[in-house]
């Protein structure tokens, strides 16, 4: 057997090991010096595979404060109040969205409201203590949407 390639990650090796099985070509391969060896005259099929899945062979440069990170990370995981990223809700950090929000949430059950209330000439509305509820929270929400919108236009200024 000769050796085809020599490989600098393991995890090519393991790869280009794992695609030449899938073809049913006779090779080997060695963890410890990363090479495939095969048959002299499977070189040229081999080589032509490796070509084919195109391995990223290029050093790899290594973060130096990846560990501080992260043992910072697990010395304060369970400390509360401090702040290791992730995600935030959207209405933190695009203020933005308040009027459209207003609109759907307030506008919908106002106009619903009024075709109900106008609807063959009589109030069609029941008040169930369901509806009355919804009712409610939308306008609550609606309300401390306008609120917040309010404290952000005058944070601008």
């Known amino acids: 057997m000769k050796i085809i390639k020599t490989f600098k990650f393991a995890s090519n090796l393991e790869y280009v090991h794992s695609v030449l099985n899938e073809q ?3 090779h080997s391969i060695d963890l410890q010096n990363l090479t495939i060896s095969s048959e002299e005259f499977q070189e040229p099929k081999i080589l032509k595979i490796i070509r ?3 391995l990223d062979e290029k050093e790899v440069k290594i973060d130096e404060n990846f560990q501080k990170d992260y043992d910072d990370w697990h010395k304060n995981s369970l400390n509360p109040g401090h702040f290791m990223g992730g995600r935030i809700p959207f209405f933190y ?3 933005k969205n308040y009027p459209f929000l207003f609109f759907t949430i307030f506008f919908v059950p106002i106009i ?3 075709i109900m209330a106008f609807s063959d000439g009589k109030w069609s509305f029941q008040f169930d ?3 009355i ?3 409610l929270f939308l306008v609550f929400v609606a309300v401390s949407m306008i609120v917040q919108w ?3 236009r005058k944070n601008l200024k």
């Open 150 to 152: 309010i404290k952000y």
């Open 129 to 131: 203590l369901v509806g």
């Open 112 to 114: 619903t409201i009024i």
């Open 24 to 26: 049913k070509i006779i």
């Open 93 to 95: 950090w695009n203020k």
């Open 133 to 135: 509820c919804t009712f």
């Open 52 to 54: 084919g899945l195109n």
